[in-house]
Every structure is written in C-alpha cells, then in structure tokens.
C-alpha cells in the first residue's frame, strides 16, 4: 500500500524472516467481511512487483526514534522519514526454555510439531482459542489430553451453546478429507541439512495463516483416529520432567475411558503435567496455545512508548504510536482510540492485514498533510474462518463482550448442520455467530451496522420457516 501511495520514495521492508507473507485467493464477501489465503513467497516477488521496495533480511537490533534510526541485527543502520511496527506477537508459552513444552503460532513452529507428533503416543494440548482448537481436531492416531480453563471448548470464538454444537465432530470416526490446499511452501535453502532445532521461541517466524495445518500431515502412532479427552475449568500447576515424577512417587493417570476410570498409569512418560484440578497426566509433550503477547521487546529500550494494558504499543486512531513518526499495525499494537460499539481488537490475521492496509494510508495522509476518516472496517468486527471443517462467522460483540447482563440471546440450532446466535441489546442487534452455510452473514451485519429496532419482529427473527433475507433486503 505505501509502495503504491509513494511510487518515487524508497520503501525498506525490515523482516527477520526470509519469506514474506502474502494475501492470496482474496474474496470482499460482504462489506466488512473478507476471506483470504495467507501465502509464503519469496521476497523477490515482492520487489519485483514494486521496484520501489527493497526487502532487507535481518533482525531489528534497536530503535532510535529521537535520532528516526533504525539498527538491524547484521550491523547496518537505516534513517526513515516514517516508521511503521509491525513485527506481531510470540507465542506465550506456559513455561520458558523447557525441551518438552511447544508454542505453535507460526510455520516453523508448526513443522517442529509435526516432527514431534510423528512420534508421539499421547500430547497435552493446553489454551483454548483457535489454534489449539484447530489442533485437536486434526490430530489423528494420538491421544490428545486437552486442557482448558474454561467450562466450554473455543472461548474465544463462542460460547457453551457453540461449542456443544461442535463437541460431536472431535469424536467422529470417519473424517471428511480436507479440500486439497493451495498454499505453497518455500523453504530456506540449507536450513534442512541442518535439521532445524525445534523452533525457539526467540526465533520469530511469521504467523500461521488461517488453514496452516492444512498439508501438514499430523498423524501420532497409534491406530485409532480420534481419542481426545478435555480436561475443563484448570490449568498447568506444574511440569515434572520424567526423574523429577520418579523422585515425587506421584501418580499420573491413563487415558480416561469412561467417567468412573481413573486408573493409576504404569507407562514411563518423558513428560508429566500437573494440572490445578489435581490431577496428573504423563505424555510425550505439551503443547502450549495460550495466546500470544505483543512482540514489543526491541523497540522499547530507550524510547518512551505508551503501551496498553495487553503489552503492545498503544496507536491512536490514525495508527500513530506516541512517538512522532512512528506508527504501529497488527499484533504488536494496542488500539487505544474509542471503539465503535460493535467493534473490539483481536489478534487476528483479518485486523492485521486491515490495520496495515489502513496504517500506510494514515502514514500518506499525514506525509501529505491531508485529514483522514478512520477506515469502514473498524466499524464493525467481522471475522470469517473454519473450525471442524464448518464455516464460521462472527460478528460484532459476538459473545456479548462488554455488554454486562443487559442483553439477551436468541439460538437456533440444527444438530450437525447450523448454528445461530444473536445477541440483543434493546431490541437492537449487537453481535452474532454463525456456524454453517447459513447465509445470514449479509442480513446480520447490516442489522447491526444499522442498529434497526428489530423488538417487534420477536422470536420470528430467527424462525427457519421466515425468509430474512428477503425481508430486510
């Protein structure tokens, strides 16, 4: 976007990784809603698309924002007029530096598991958004221990009832087998021979995209497809490495077949967790999908940044950090602006790609000295994606976020085919989720753009057997 809005200026793209990650297959399905593929390519295609570009491979070492410097890791300084932070979020792993411990948040760290998984018997999956999620439903051929400090599974994306919907198709044997995927892969040359240690969490990779585990092939050793197990409302109290267990004389448990089976393991495991609920449970290892936190360390030192609560770079409205010619997009951002009422930030590939789509328009307008409207896609949140093989859509405050006990839920749900939820806050609507070709998406984000009295339509606005779409068309 800035290559395009500056054709003559010399545009640096700083990255530490040596693929770039790009926007494919893109689709405006409605007005706030976009689907899209994320690709890795090579970053030449990139400059050659734009002459104007010149990717640069290294690591940031250190921001000088009073002298507008930026050093690299490889010893090289650059001065920029303007300077926008996009560097993201890692992983935030439940513990720093244990072998036994993987955070998954990006392809290297993807591969790295797929590697571990081949010989794996039994993991433990901790976290409870849409990576760990993804996960668990796709492992086949291990025994999966889920664990999740909430009462339901995908939190983050919808409630209990949504969840119930979904809980089904983690024990369904036969598995439908997954539409071919279009994304290429392009590897490092010489980082194969080598045989890459198991991606660090120091080491930054790019963010998944939203079908990553598509193409790897994540099958453990045993014969069966689905055994997953969900441990629901605790969290990891410790983690035992094999001797320490020994020294203890705990007990870990097995696989729980039914309710009442708890029955002391005999096996020897590399790896034991100890979870809030008391109980023990040994595995190959554990997989930690807790989120992620800002990825701010190499700009804070000797700036005087504001940061927001959540750890990243507070941005105003104009995607403008607090220090002059600094702007900041995506995960490493904080939006500190006030929000629309149906709009809220979350880490998401969807927000980062409109962030620093608007971020580059802010940077031209202030380079211009011309004012700017805040861009239409922070007006509503919308977020399209793909969990269980089911399309998934959610809109507004979806899961009442911020809304107090002052709403009410309206559902609709045909076991194994759809799900609806609306929330309602008088008589308007303020969020939804859909699971399912529903096709309500168009319907919905236009009644909650509008904010239209809908309390005379009552129940009817869900009822299968009313046309809504046409209604309100």
């Known amino acids: 976007k800035l290559a395009a809005e500056f054709p003559s200026e010399d545009i640096f793209l700083i990255t530490a990784s040596p693929v770039i990650k790009a926007v494919t297959n893109f689709k405006q399905v409605s007005k706030t809603l976009e689907e899209f593929d994320v690709e890795e390519q090579p970053s030449s295609l990139l400059e050659k698309r734009y002459p104007n570009i010149r990717v640069i491979q290294s690591g940031v070492k250190q921001l000088k924002s009073d002298e507008h410097k930026v050093y690299t890791e490889d010893g090289k300084e650059y001065i920029y007029e303007k300077l926008c932070l996009c560097a993201g979020a890692k992983p935030k792993l439940i513990v720093e530096g244990n072998p036994y411990v993987l955070g998954i948040r990006d392809t290297d760290s993807a591969q790295a598991f797929q590697k571990n998984l081949a010989q794996a018997e039994r993991i433990v999956v901790v976290g409870n958004g849409g990576i760990a999620l993804e996960l668990v439903y796709e492992i086949q051929g291990c025994e999966v221990i889920w664990a999740i400090k909430d009462k339901a599974i995908g939190n983050t994306f919808f409630d209990a009832g949504a969840a119930e919907f979904l809980i089904p198709k983690l024990s369904a044997e036969s598995r439908e087998t997954p539409i071919e995927c279009k994304r290429t892969k392009y590897t490092v040359e010489g980082s194969e ?51 320490e267990f020994v020294q203890l004389q705990g007990t870990s448990l097995t696989f729980p077949k039914g309710e009442k089976n708890v029955e002391p393991d005999e096996v020897l495991w590399p790896v034991y967790v100890e979870l809030t609920n008391g109980k023990i449970y040994g595995c190959n290892f554990i997989v930690s999908a807790t989120g992620v936190v800002p990825n701010v360390e190499p700009f804070l030192d000797g700036n005087n940044f504001a940061v927001g609560e959540d750890g990243g770079l507070k941005v105003d409205k104009h995607m403008h950090t607090s220090l002059p010619d600094v702007y900041a997009a995506g995960d490493i951002c904080t939006a500190a602006w ?67 006990s002052d709403h009410e839920l309206m559902l609709r749900c045909t076991k194994g085919h759809e799900y609806v939820k609306v929330v309602m806050q008088n008589g308007r609507m303020m969020g939804a989720v859909l699971i399912g070709e ?36």
């Open 193 to 243: 021979e080598k045989g890459r240690p198991t991606a660090a969490s120091d080491k930054l990779g790019s963010a998944l995209g939203p079908d990553w585990h598509e193409g790897l092939h994540l099958k453990g050793t045993k014969e069966f497809s689905h055994k997953v197990h969900i441990e629901i409302l605790c969290e990891v109290k410790k983690i035992h490495l094999q001797q």
């Open 338 to 404: 006030e929000p629309s009422p149906v709009w809220h930030q979350m880490r998401l590939w969807t927000q980062a790609r409109q962030m620093g789509w608007y971020a580059a328009k802010c940077m031209a307008a202030d380079a211009l000295g011309e004012s700017i409207d805040m861009d239409f896609s922070f007006e509503l949140f919308a977020h399209i994606t793909k969990f269980f093989n089911y399309k998934v859509v959610v809109l507004g405050k979806y899961n009442a976020q911020g809304l107090g």
């Open 438 to 473: 529903t096709d309500l998406e168009e319907t919905f984000e236009n009644l909650i753009l509008n904010q239209m009295d809908l309390s005379a339509y009552g129940e009817d606005l869900l009822n299968p057997d009313i046309d809504i779409e046409d209604y309100f068309d």
